[in-house]
């Protein structure tokens, strides 16, 4: 168990000091970014997650698409649903295990991947951060959401 050191209480209920508001806000601006960017796509944000785990490695699990997602079938399955009546990806039966459903993209979907392939430089950009920064950002931010997922 962690021993957390002392602190000065009325302090941490300003909003401006609370890491969750910090987090909160940072996420807003960050998908807002990104929106215009994937609109150009025909994406919403959720569904470029699931983009970026396809183009990474094709034909996965549900399964795990959501445990690398953080997300619950409950969510996952009906944005899946929706990528597969817009074209971008075929959902079928895994033939060795019929309880397990498999992803694979469609054509439309691989063919988005060259168009996608700038958007990453974009948000790097309008992030007005240096390479090194964001890294350390990205490392300390999954650190913090193991950590928190593991209390």
Same mark, same amino acid.
């Given at each position: 168990?962690?021993?957390?050191?002392?602190?000065?209480?009325?302090?941490? *209920?300003?909003?401006?000091?609370?890491?969750?508001?910090?987090?909160?806000?940072?996420?807003?601006?960050?998908?807002?970014?990104?929106?215009? *960017? *994937? @609109?150009?796509?025909?994406?919403?944000?959720?569904?470029?997650?699931?983009?970026?785990?396809?183009?990474?490695? @094709? @034909?996965?699990?549900?399964?795990? %698409?959501?445990?690398? *997602?953080?997300?619950?079938?409950?969510?996952?399955?009906?944005?899946?649903?929706?990528?597969?009546?817009?074209?971008?990806?075929?959902?079928?039966?895994?033939?060795?295990?019929?309880?397990?459903?498999?992803?694979?993209?469609?054509?439309?979907?691989?063919?988005?991947?060259?168009?996608?392939?700038? %958007?990453?430089?974009?948000?790097?950009?309008?992030?007005?951060?240096?390479?090194?920064?964001?890294?350390?950002?990205?490392?300390?931010?999954?650190?913090?959401? @193991?950590?928190?997922?593991?209390?």
């Amino acid at each position: 168990m962690t021993i957390c050191p002392p602190v000065n209480a009325s302090l941490l *209920l300003q909003l401006d000091r609370q890491l969750c508001f910090a987090l909160y806000s940072a996420s807003l601006a960050m998908t807002k970014t990104y929106k215009p *960017l *994937l @609109d150009q796509l025909g994406l919403t944000y959720p569904q470029y997650l699931v983009m970026l785990v396809l183009w990474e490695q @094709d @034909d996965r699990a549900v399964k795990e %698409i959501g445990e690398l *997602l953080h997300l619950d079938s409950g969510t996952l399955t009906p944005l899946l649903k929706r990528m597969e009546a817009a074209g971008l990806v075929h959902r079928q039966r895994d033939s060795k295990d019929e309880r397990s459903v498999r992803i694979r993209l469609s054509d439309d979907g691989r063919a988005l991947h060259e168009r996608a392939a700038e %958007i990453p430089l974009q948000i790097f950009c309008a992030s007005g951060l240096q390479p090194e920064q964001l890294e350390n950002l990205r490392v300390a931010l999954n650190q913090l959401r @193991d950590q928190l997922s593991a209390a």
